[in-house]
């Protein structure tokens, strides 16, 4: 059993977020799965658990942060479809996660290997208060960008939604990591998806991550795709459109994350590159 590592969402290795990558978990238990993620380090590690072919061109997958199983992560599924493209060539693949199929089809393009998933069905809830996660990132109401509202959005995991009137806003994040925690267990969230509007289709985005043992997550895949629902459900983009996401800049790991809106189903495309980060370890 070897542990690869992959940083997905960059063409740089210094950039992206990084996720361990396991091609063949078949007989590894949650516990040892967990075990391994916890020392690998990084927000996520996905492992495939009946390795690379799967039934039925089906392969299952499962994905765990440093404390926790998470039902979906979008880095570590392009991560690992790049992998899996590295063996067996490019194309179309189908994994079972437990969030449901997701679809990814990986392609080579100029910059190396890309993939696109396709997300599950999508869904978004408003929020009618957010008084008390306000007081813990230490923002004010006034800080908020009135013509993007709070609304918790899934694509594969849930994510409160909060936009932010400014890019400085958005930057200057120092949050109160336990009472988040607590927060987000209470509501069964992911991250949250902090975010500032540049333009129609640029969005700058954070993402904490406490839940997992991580304070914030460098590229978010699952949360960039349950944002295009939710901007997509309230109308402020009009598909077919692509949207293009900024995260880990202020982490010192750009990400670029793109995410593409059809007229044709309710699903959302996230794409991105992905590469290796540097030799296998935990032999």
């Given at each position: 059993m070897?542990?690869?590592?992959?940083?997905?969402?960059?063409?740089?290795?210094?950039?992206?977020?990084?996720?361990?990558?396991?091609?063949?978990?078949?007989?590894?238990?949650?516990?040892?799965?967990?075990?391994?993620?916890?020392?690998?380090?990084?927000?996520?590690?996905?492992?495939?658990?009946?390795?690379?072919?799967?039934?039925?061109?089906?392969?299952?997958?499962?994905?765990?942060s440093p404390q926790a199983e998470v039902p979906f992560c979008g880095h570590a599924t392009v991560a690992t479809a790049v992998a899996v493209a590295e063996r067996v060539g490019a194309g179309e693949f189908t994994f079972s996660t437990p969030a449901g199929l997701v679809p990814v089809l990986v392609e080579q393009g100029p910059d190396g290997l890309r993939a696109t998933l396709t997300s599950v069905e999508p869904y978004v809830d408003p929020v009618s208060d957010v008084t008390?996660?306000?007081?813990?990132?230490?923002?004010?109401?006034?800080?908020?960008?009135?013509?993007?509202?709070?609304?918790?959005?899934?694509?594969?995991?849930?994510?409160?939604?909060?936009?932010?009137?400014t890019r400085q806003r958005l930057a200057d994040l120092d949050y109160d990591f336990d009472r988040l925690l607590a927060f987000m267990l209470e509501r069964d969230l992911t991250t949250l998806q902090l975010v500032w509007r540049e333009s129609p289709t640029v969005f700058h985005v954070r993402d904490p991550f406490p839940v997992?043992?991580?304070?914030?997550?460098?590229?978010?895949?699952?949360?960039?795709?349950?944002?295009?629902?939710?901007?997509?459900?309230?109308?402020?983009?009009?598909?077919?459109?692509t949207l293009q996401l900024r995260q880990g800049d202020d982490l010192g790991r750009p990400s670029r994350i793109e995410v593409e809106l059809r007229d044709s189903d309710n699903r959302v495309r996230v794409s991105g590159n992905a590469l290796v980060m540097g030799p296998p370890g935990l032999d």
């Open positions: 070897t542990v690869l590592r992959y940083t997905a969402f960059t063409t740089d290795p210094a950039g992206g977020n990084p996720a361990g990558v396991v091609l063949d978990a078949a007989g590894l238990s949650a516990a040892a799965m967990q075990e391994i993620a916890a020392e690998v380090g990084y927000s996520e590690s996905a492992f495939l658990t009946q390795g690379v072919e799967g039934a039925d061109g089906v392969v299952p997958i499962r994905y765990f008390e996660v306000l007081d813990i990132l230490g923002w004010q109401a006034d800080e908020l960008d009135p013509e993007l509202p709070p609304y918790v959005a899934y694509a594969g995991a849930r994510h409160l939604v909060l936009a932010a009137a997992g043992g991580v304070v914030e997550d460098p590229a978010t895949g699952a949360a960039a795709a349950a944002l295009g629902a939710y901007l997509r459900e309230l109308g402020l983009v009009q598909p077919p459109v």
